[in-house]
């Protein structure tokens, strides 16, 4: 993929927090400044009407990426553009315009929701605040937005608790829409939901950026749903992007043992009986990663380099990973393989 013509893209982006204790106390008993690196030197590029969705277990910093990019928290390093033009734009009173260009589904519709608000209101209020439209053409744009989301305009008057989850989600996503974006970054759209609704909220995502030429950042703790949306995946761990690939590449042939991890967590209904590697021990606490390979304390194939050295992100064909393991050839190809060794390793 061509760097410069890339419609989002995010280079060595980082986002840590000051976690130390309040500064008097902290300068009186000489304690040292702690920090959280939640990002670390991510780096990703996505094209217009493609969908990059972002996979990890929770506390990887996977939604501090998606709030990096719309502008919710500012990066601490890096470089993140859209469109061409820096995301640091967006704080300033000439970044109006490019708000609107990109708007934030949240994972929980209730929350995300003002409870007190009638849904034409919900929907209505972007409009208000980006557009220039009369109230006559406010409220035929709600009507639009609804009927496009699967809702019927006649529930333009009712509060968001009269709704199920799903239709939640619906109204959350009209919202999105409201200001006509390009690009919408997804943070866990689904999770939240029972699974016959799921499929229900992707399959109308999936229409609507075919529809409307949307591109998304989508954000999934949860491989097999990802599967159903993602043109690529990139998978990270503990602040950093281990493994990016096209989707059927990494469930064809993940290359990263965490990524192997997180496929064996997917129940199998093929009846084929899989090769699974098991899921072994906790993330490591963020404030206190471990030296190398922050995944090494779970690795299997873990050697003393891996303790020692930070693997740098090469490429493997066409999939970019973060492995000694997969870069100097001691990683299995095999699931069977695979598994046997990570047995013997617990
Ligand atoms: Fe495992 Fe080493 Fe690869 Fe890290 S670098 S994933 S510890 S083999």
Avoid at 27 to 35: M, Y
Avoid at 50 to 75: D, M, Q
Avoid at 332 to 338: I, L, Q, R
């Amino acid at each position: 993929m061509s760097e410069t013509t890339a419609f989002v893209k995010v280079q060595d982006a980082s986002c840590w927090f000051d976690v130390s204790a309040p500064w008097l106390e902290r300068v009186l008993k000489r304690r040292p400044r702690i920090q959280l690196k939640a990002v670390n030197g991510v780096s990703f590029s996505l094209q217009k009407g493609e969908t990059l969705a972002l996979v990890g277990e929770s506390g990887c910093g996977k939604s501090t990426v998606a709030r990096l990019l719309v502008g919710l928290y500012e990066a601490t390093g890096g470089y993140i553009e859209f469109d061409g033009q820096p995301i640091s734009k967006l704080r300033t009173r000439e970044g109006k315009h490019l708000r609107q260009r990109l708007q934030m589904i949240f994972q929980d519709p209730y929350a995300s929701l003002n409870p007190r608000w009638r849904v034409a209101r919900i929907i209505a209020e972007p409009l208000k605040v980006h557009g220039r439209m009369s109230r006559a053409e406010r409220e035929a744009r709600v009507d639009v937005l609804l009927e496009q989301v699967g809702l019927s305009p006649s529930d333009r008057n009712r509060y968001p608790h009269q709704f199920s989850g799903g239709q939640r989600q619906r109204i959350s996503i009209a919202r999105a829409l409201a200001a006509n974006p390009e690009f919408l970054v997804c943070d866990e759209p689904t999770s939240a939901l029972d699974v016959s609704v799921q499929a229900q909220v992707l399959n109308l995502m999936k229409r609507l950026q075919r529809e409307l030429g949307l591109t998304y950042l989508f954000i999934s703790h949860n491989l097999a749903v990802v599967h159903h949306v993602a043109d690529r995946i990139a998978v990270m761990y503990l602040g950093k992007i281990v493994e990016l690939a096209t989707r059927d590449e990494l469930f064809e042939r993940p290359r990263h043992p965490y990524t192997r991890m997180l496929l064996s967590a997917i129940p199998d209904t093929s009846g084929a009986g899989k090769q699974r590697v098991p899921v072994a021990g906790e993330v490591p606490n963020p404030l206190n990663p471990p030296t190398g390979c922050p995944f090494h304390p779970r690795c299997p194939y873990a050697r003393d380099i891996c303790r020692n050295e930070m693997p740098a992100t090469l490429p493997d064909g066409a999939t970019l990973v973060a492995c000694h393991g997969v870069q100097q050839g001691w990683i299995p190809d095999s699931d069977a393989e695979a598994t046997a060794v990570a047995t013997s390793a617990r």
